[in-house]
């Protein structure tokens, strides 16, 4: 039998605790998530004192449980670089910043001699060359200004916790139907972060599939799709991006877009998102995107037709005084997850 005295210490270490979390609750603005997970550390301790009868009083008790929750806290915000376990379990949204600005100015062939992933371009004077195969990527690329990359069909590139693929240059990933391009995460239940193209000219990505991606923030600047353009061209068609979990499956800001034949399916929460540009979005398929499954702001002139928007609610877009206009030349509905629902 538990002795009375164990239980005693460790209800008034409970009231404590309880005391705690409201306080953080209310003066603190804690998110729920994080004073869910430090009530359940707080059980299992407990639980684990009566079990073993070793019970202390209740203000160790309390820092017991305040040093193995901060340290638990700290070493998975380390390991999860990508912050999608750390944003679950505390309600935070955020990812570990990369600061690796001097590798912009490297050319070529320096980038080449560093990384032998990495081979010049017969085809493009000045550009690299991923060629076909599997690659791990355990630190985060990037590529120099002004340097163009193809990729291979065929590549398979499997991404470690936060690690990303961001350009300077326009990016060429054209798989084929039999040979796709695929960008995924090592381990699935550690997301990584994007492939990105900041001021890099017009890409081009035909048959790729992007999978158990978040967002990132490298050389000071947020990007916040899996895919993301930052003042770069890109067309993307008979691609899918499926099951990524940051703010946007497809980012573009201040460039040209034209979106073909996609699909864009289980997004954390925008499907497309465009802040401010130009170009064609057609003939795609938007399922269960959390949020919009497309997302207009800023000045943007794009024309979206012929599209497939269903989620739980219907189909939801957002966009200005052209909304009436997406909503006639585009098709809405409820998904398989929504007709369950209902």
Not at 31 to 52: E, M, N, Q, S, Y
Not at 57 to 83: C, K, M, S, T, Y
Not at 127 to 133: R, V
Request: glycine residues 14%; proline residues 4%.
């Amino acid at each position: 039998m538990l002795g009375a005295e164990h239980v005693r210490r460790v209800a008034v270490a409970a009231a404590g605790a309880a005391v705690a979390l409201g306080t953080f609750r209310v003066a603190g603005d804690a998110p729920k998530p994080l004073l869910a997970t430090l009530g359940l550390a707080f059980a299992v301790i407990a639980l684990g004192a009566l079990v073993l009868r070793r019970a202390p009083g209740p203000v160790l008790l309390l820092v017991l449980w305040a040093a193995l929750g901060a340290g638990f806290l700290g070493a998975l915000h380390r390991a999860d670089r990508a912050g999608w376990i750390w944003y679950r379990l505390t309600g935070f949204d955020v990812a570990i910043h990369e600061n690796l600005g001097d590798r912009v100015a490297l050319g070529a062939a320096e980038l080449v001699r560093r990384d032998a992933r990495f081979a010049p371009d017969p085809r493009r004077a000045g550009g690299l060359l991923l060629p076909k195969g599997v690659y791990d990527v355990t630190e985060t690329i990037v590529l120099p200004a002004g340097v163009p990359l193809r990729i291979e069909p065929g590549t398979l590139l499997r991404f470690g916790a936060g690690r990303s693929l961001v350009a300077y240059g326009a990016i060429q990933a054209r798989g084929t139907e039999a040979e796709p391009i695929v960008f995924t995460a090592r381990h699935p239940w550690l997301k990584w972060g994007v492939v990105a193209v900041v001021g890099g000219g017009r890409s081009r990505f035909e048959h790729v599939r992007v999978e158990h991606a978040r967002w990132a923030r490298v050389n000071g600047l947020d990007l916040p799709g899996a895919l993301s353009f930052l003042g770069s061209d890109v067309e993307l068609s008979r691609s899918e991006i499926a099951n990524v979990f940051g703010k946007d499956a497809l980012y573009v800001r201040g460039g040209r877009i034209v979106a073909r034949d996609n699909l864009f399916r289980d997004a954390y929460r925008d499907g497309l998102d465009v802040d401010g540009g130009s170009g064609l979005v057609e003939g795609n398929r938007f399922v269960d995107c959390q949020d919009e499954a497309i997302d207009l702001s800023g000045p943007y002139r794009i024309e979206v037709v012929n599209n497939e928007i269903r989620d739980a609610r219907g189909g939801r877009v957002a966009a200005g005084a052209d909304l009436d206009a997406i909503r006639s030349h585009n098709t809405f509905g409820r998904s398989d997850a929504g007709a369950r629902e209902g």
